[in-house]
């Protein structure tokens, strides 16, 4: 069976750095996944950081080292390209990517900088016939993929409302311009994609935030007030002024409750109630564990692979990532109008 021919740009922390963190499961990077996976073969790297570069060789043992991507793409005839770079890049790349000819592309999250970027790499993924996975990694957590099972098969009656944050320490002053946003971009495109994913499709969202350094300036945070095309209702908070990482997300339905984040899954149902008579109350059972864990850093390089040989769509496609991007932008155009409902197109 073929080995796929993969190469990295971008040998940060997510292209290959966070795999010496002792405490993460792992792999946890675009270069452990790719390494782990049977099929797939790490055969080149590019960063304009000689020491990075230097450092994703000895670790990996890849030997094709380059500090221009083009030089790469041109020498190396990958199968794949997975990029992990910073935002604004991942545009350029894709297009010099697919120019160069490689058959599938892993990219990072957000999808790019702005709407009208994300669309046009859709586009051209799509007129080539290149397979563009985003790394929106949850959707390749086996757990979240039972949450979305539980939610399907109507285990907890009709979703509700949905409330989620991603919350960290407030971000310094940096310019929109190089950095597109702050937390609810950076790490609340997690989860958005997964309001998508658990919740279905959106009709309309209100957006609020707080925006110290005004609005050239990236938010501390921002909130987003959404309804579901199914009638549910979501809550998000992508945020600052925390000492801690927060990650998670409420599903509350009609008959049952699932909480599901960094700190865990919970899975709570309608039962009689022992303490008032003649009321039901929702009681903790226990979230059905996944047949078996893998690290959802496989999922993506297995996901693009088997893409690549049978053609299906994927878990977590550019146009996945190009959905959370456009519902980030219309928090913060919403926000910028007091709140307004801002609509979603639907591409359905
Ligand atoms: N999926 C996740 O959970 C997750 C976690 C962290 C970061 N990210 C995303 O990954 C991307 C990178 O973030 P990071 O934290 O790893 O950043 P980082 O700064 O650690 O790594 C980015 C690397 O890209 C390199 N680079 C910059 N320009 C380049 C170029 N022209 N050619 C080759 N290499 C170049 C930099 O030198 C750096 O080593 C961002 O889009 C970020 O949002 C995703």
């Keep these: ?53 230097m450092r994703f060789g000895n670790t990996w043992g890849v030997d094709n080292l380059y500090s221009d991507f083009s030089d790469m793409l041109r020498n190396e005839s990958l199968d794949i390209v997975c990029i992990a770079t910073w935002t604004h890049l991942h545009a350029p790349m894709v297009k010099a990517a697919v120019k160069a000819g490689v058959r599938g592309i892993f990219c990072e999250k957000p999808i790019a900088h702005s709407v009208r970027e994300g669309r046009a790499m859709v586009r051209l993924c799509a007129q080539n016939g290149v397979p563009l996975v985003i790394n929106h990694e949850r ?9 979305r099972q539980l939610i399907r098969s109507g285990k907890i009656g009709e979703v509700r409302t949905i409330i989620g944050h ?12 190089t950095y597109g946003g702050g937390p609810m ?21 209100s957006g609020h935030e707080n ?7 990236i938010e501390e945070t921002a909130w987003g007030m959404m309804r579901f095309k199914n009638g549910a209702m979501g809550f998000i908070e992508g945020g600052g002024g925390r000492r801690y990482f ?12 699932i909480l599901i984040g960094n700190s865990g899954h919970e899975l709570y149902l ?27 850093f496989i999922g993506g390089v297995q996901e693009l ?44």
């Design 305 to 348: 692979i088997r893409n690549l040989r049978t053609g299906e769509p994927g878990l977590s496609s550019g146009e996945d990532g190009l959905k959370a991007l456009e519902l980030i932008f219309a928090i913060y155009r919403s926000a910028s109008k007091n709140g307004k409902q801002v609509y979603l197109h639907s591409r359905n």
């Design 270 to 296: 309608t039962r009689k109630s022992n303490r008032f008579t003649g009321f039901k109350e929702l009681e903790q059972v226990s979230f059905p564990s996944p047949k078996k864990y893998q690290s959802p």
């Design 246 to 257: 927060g990650f998670e997300l409420d599903i509350q339905g009609s008959a049952g409750r």
């Design 185 to 205: 971009f950076h790490d609340g495109t997690h989860l958005v994609d997964l309001l998508y994913y658990l919740g279905g499709d959106i009709d309309w969202v």
């Design 211 to 217: 925006r110290p350094n005004g609005p050239k300036n």
């Design 139 to 147: 959707r390749w957590d086996p757990h979240y993929q039972k949450a």
């Design 1 to 53: 069976m073929k080995t796929f021919k993969v190469g990295l740009i971008g040998c940060g922390r997510i292209g290959s750095l966070l795999e010496e963190d002792s405490l993460r499961g792992k792999p946890c990077t675009h270069a452990g996944g790719v390494h782990a996976f049977k099929k797939a073969r790490l055969v080149a790297g590019c960063d304009i950081d000689e020491k990075r570069l």
């Design 166 to 177: 991603a919350l960290s320490q407030s971000p310094p002053k940096l310019p929109v311009e």
